[in-house]
C-alpha cells in the first residue's frame, strides 16, 4: 500500500511539474502600452506563487502596471495550465477559461471571455503553426487572426509558446492603413473596436535560461533603462515580515539610491525623500502586505513585504 501511495504521489508531482511548465524557471513579461483601461506606461508579468482553484494546480501572476501618470497598478490573476492549454480564472463566472491551446491545428478557433465583464468574449482563429528558434531552443508558434466583426480590419498576431502573443497588427484593407493591435499574457482585456487598442507592445520574455526581446524604440528604451531586476540577486529587505524599521541588503556591490513603498491597492506611500537611501521607517504603517520599490545600481526591483 505504501509503494502505491508513492508511486501515485510521484506520478501526481511530474503531472502538476509538467502541468506548469510554462512557468518554469521564474519567466517574465515586460510589455510597453500606448493606452488602455489604466492608461500608457509598462506592464511586468511574473508568477507569484502556486495556489489552487476548483481542484486545479494554478499559478498566481503579478501583473504590476507602472503608468505614465506616476500611479502604480498591481493585480493578482490566476492561470492553469492542463497539458497544452493555458486557462486564466474569471472571478465572477467563477471558472477558468482558454487564453492559448497549442493542441490546436490551422482553422481551429478559440473563444476569449473578457476578463472584467460578465458577458462578451473575443475570438481567434489559427492559420498556421510551426517552430521557431529562440536563442537555438525550438519553441511552437501559432499564426492568429482575431476576428473583429467588421469586414475591413484585419488583426494578426502569433502565439509563441510560454511567451504569449506578441505585437500584432490590425490593417484596414478599405483604406490601407496599419494599426498596432499589440499583444501581451493576457489577452482577455476587451477591445471596443478593431484599432482602439488597448496597443500593447511585448518588449521581453525572460527567464533563468533564454531571453527574447522586440527591437523598437519604445522596448529598446524599456528593457535599457527601466527593466525591473529580480528581487534576489541585488536587493533584501530585513527583516521580513516586518514589525519596525525594515532595511534593504545589497548585495553583488549594488548600491541603493531610493525607494518607494506601496499598498497592496498600488498606492504609494511612503518614499525615500531625503532620508536613508537603506532604511524605510516603516513601523506606523497598519498590518498588511506591501511593495516595495528598490531603485539603485542593479536597476529597479520589486521586492514584497508583509507588516505583521
Not at 64 to 87: A, F, H, K, Y
Request: with cysteine.
Amino acid at each position: 500500500m505504501l509503494s502505491r501511495l508513492i508511486v501515485c504521489l510521484f506520478l501526481l508531482s511530474a503531472q502538476i511539474t509538467h502541468a506548469q511548465s510554462w512557468f518554469d524557471e521564474n519567466p517574465q513579461w515586460i510589455n510597453d502600452f500606448s493606452f488602455g483601461f489604466a492608461g500608457s506606461g509598462y506592464e511586468y508579468v511574473s508568477p507569484e506563487g502556486d495556489t489552487v482553484l476548483l481542484g486545479k494546480p494554478a499559478i498566481k501572476i503579478r501583473r504590476l502596471r507602472e503608468m505614465n501618470s506616476g500611479m502604480l497598478n498591481s493585480e493578482i490573476r490566476v492561470v492553469w495550465q492542463s497539458g497544452d492549454t493555458i486557462r486564466a480564472w474569471h472571478e465572477q463566472k467563477n471558472d477558468f477559461f482558454t487564453l492559448y491551446n497549442f493542441s490546436l491545428a490551422a482553422g481551429d478557433t478559440v473563444d476569449v471571455r473578457y476578463h472584467f465583464s460578465n458577458a462578451g468574449s473575443s475570438k481567434y482563429v489559427v492559420q498556421d503553426t510551426g517552430t521557431m528558434l529562440i536563442d537555438g531552443r525550438p519553441f511552437r508558434f501559432q499564426d492568429v487572426q482575431w476576428i473583429t466583426g467588421v469586414s475591413t480590419y484585419h488583426c494578426n498576431a502569433r502565439i509563441i509558446e510560454k511567451i504569449g502573443m506578441v505585437n500584432g497588427t490590425c490593417v484596414n484593407t478599405q483604406q490601407m492603413q496599419s494599426y498596432p493591435d499589440g499583444h501581451h499574457f493576457f489577452i482577455d482585456d476587451p477591445n471596443q473596436a478593431a484599432v482602439d487598442g488597448p496597443a500593447w507592445f511585448l518588449c521581453r520574455y525572460r527567464n533563468d535560461s533564454i531571453e527574447y526581446k522586440e527591437s523598437s524604440i519604445a522596448c529598446d528604451a524599456l528593457t535599457a533603462v527601466k527593466t525591473p531586476v529580480a528581487a534576489g540577486p541585488a536587493y533584501r529587505l530585513v527583516p521580513n515580515p516586518f514589525a519596525g524599521d525594515v532595511f534593504i541588503e545589497t548585495r553583488n556591490a549594488a548600491t541603493v539610491e531610493a525607494w518607494r513603498v506601496y499598498d497592496a491597492a498600488g498606492h504609494l506611500l511612503m518614499t525615500s525623500g531625503g532620508g536613508a537611501a537603506n532604511v524605510i521607517r516603516a513601523a506606523e504603517l497598519p498590518p498588511g502586505f506591501y511593495l516595495v520599490e528598490v531603485s539603485g545600481s542593479a536597476g529597479r526591483a520589486f521586492l514584497r513585504a508583509v507588516r505583521q
